[in-house]
């Protein structure tokens, strides 16, 4: 902008030295404002002054203008620079939302748990290797803790009642059968005040029987005929016509089909 206002000024001055020159050249014919040129010297001399002077008062507007203009585009972008800084600025102050994604309870765990449970120290069973649905998380986390006997069953029977509904998914069928496995290995302690809690007899203990049907299932029939053998060493019935005897005659009948 500064170069084009000096250009401006250069060149109303060039505009006027020529005027002048043109205006004070003797005998030239020229003709002032289309009057004849028998005006005198001084007469010329004042017109020219009197043009030049309006030259130059048009030339100092023209430059005014072109300042003018100037400062009000210089204003204009030093107001948009200050707005986007202002906006940047309150943009970035303000605290971030964070979004929490709502935690859906599992359904199912995954089919890549292979669950081992050491069964020599009672009181703490090993993790089952893998996140285990809300349903049985809670009775499983007090498992842990717990060293009663019948505390003990009851969390057993919770769980392995729980997983044996869901056995149709591999990964709920091997929890159902792991916890089944350490209940029954358990079993012994938890007989005596079993009894004693049930009046003098022994109620009926789902394990037994869900694990032998889920091991007959999967084709493990020796397992099964052992759990069935088991429960009847224990005194177990599992309220059908034949009872457990029964149950290894029907194992024994498939494994033979095999």
Request: charged fraction near 30%; include cysteine; hydrophobic fraction near 35%.
């Amino acid at each position: 902008m500064a170069s084009n206002l000096f250009l401006l000024i250069i060149v109303v001055i060039v505009i006027v030295f020529l005027a002048r020159r043109v205006f004070m050249k003797p005998g030239s014919g020229a003709t002032v404002d289309a009057e004849p040129v028998t005006k005198s010297s001084a007469q010329i001399e004042a017109e020219v002054a009197e043009k030049e002077q309006t030259i130059a008062e048009k030339a100092a507007s023209v430059a005014e203008n072109i300042e003018s203009s100037a400062k009000e585009g210089k204003s204009s972008a030093q107001n948009t620079t200050k707005n986007t800084t202002k906006n940047a600025t309150k943009s970035a102050s303000k605290p971030a939302t964070k979004k929490v994604a709502k935690k859906a309870a599992p359904k199912s765990v995954s089919k890549d748990v292979d669950p081992v449970i050491d069964s020599g120290d009672k009181s703490q069973p090993s993790p089952i290797g893998a996140e285990l649905p809300d349903e049985i998380a809670s009775p499983v986390a007090e498992l842990e803790k717990s060293k009663d006997p019948l505390a003990r069953h009851r969390l057993y029977q919770q769980i392995t009642e729980s997983s044996y509904k869901n056995r149709t998914d591999a990964a709920w069928r091997q929890i159902s059968k792991t916890f089944s496995n350490q209940h029954i290995s358990e079993f012994a302690d938890i007989l005596k005040p079993l009894k004693k809690a049930n009046g003098g007899s022994l109620p009926q203990v789902l394990t037994f029987q869900n694990y032998a049907t889920l091991l007959a299932e999967d084709k493990q029939y020796d397992e099964a005929i052992a759990v069935c053998e088991k429960a009847l060493e224990f005194g177990l019935d599992d309220k059908t016509k034949t009872g457990f005897a029964g149950r290894i005659e029907r194992i024994r009948k498939q494994k033979a089909k095999g």
